[in-house]
């Protein structure tokens, strides 16, 4: 029965890639190094009971990450329409419109427009953005901003909180 769970999951996860050349399959060792440099690895994460799935090293476009997944971007520019398990975000510019899970945005400056989960901006200085945050917002170092209302917790968020 997992087996035929888990091959649903990534053929759903693989359909929503708007990338033809996205890697969405096996689990991939180059997620699981982003979620241990995270410090996630056995704290929140229980990497025996996740599917890890793969973007690209490009941009990638998900529409949805089903809880118990763990989708890592793996660099480039990526956005995740709605995230309800773990998104990983990597290098780049990374998006999440609704995040019910956890998003760590990773390098450069990461955004999530509806925040119901907890997103962490990451380990850099660059400014992550939420603009509505109802659940957890840990910015990290860097000038971070809840642009329009905040209704949950803020760390290290230097504005609008």
């Known amino acids: 029965m997992r087996a035929f769970l888990t091959a649903a999951v990534l053929a759903s996860i693989a359909l929503t890639l708007a ?63 709605e995230n309800e398990g773990w998104f990983y975000g990597g290098d780049g510019i990374d998006t999440v419109e609704t995040n019910f899970g956890m998003a760590h945005g990773g390098a450069e400056t990461d955004v999530v427009l509806a925040n119901h989960g907890l997103f962490e901006g990451g380990p850099d200085a660059a400014r992550d953005v939420v603009h509505v945050n109802h659940g957890i917002f840990d910015g990290g170092p860097g000038s971070d901003l809840v642009q329009d209302a905040n209704f949950g917790t803020c760390i290290d968020v230097e504005v609008g909180c």
């Open 19 to 81: 990338s033809p050349a996205a890697g969405a399959g096996a689990p991939d060792r180059e997620c699981r190094r982003e979620v241990r440099a995270a410090g996630d690895w056995g704290r929140e994460l229980n990497p025996g009971r996740a599917t890890f799935v793969s973007g690209t090293a490009g941009d990638d476009v998900v529409a949805h990450v089903p809880a118990g997944v763990v989708f890592c971007g793996l660099g480039g520019d990526d956005r995740v329409l």
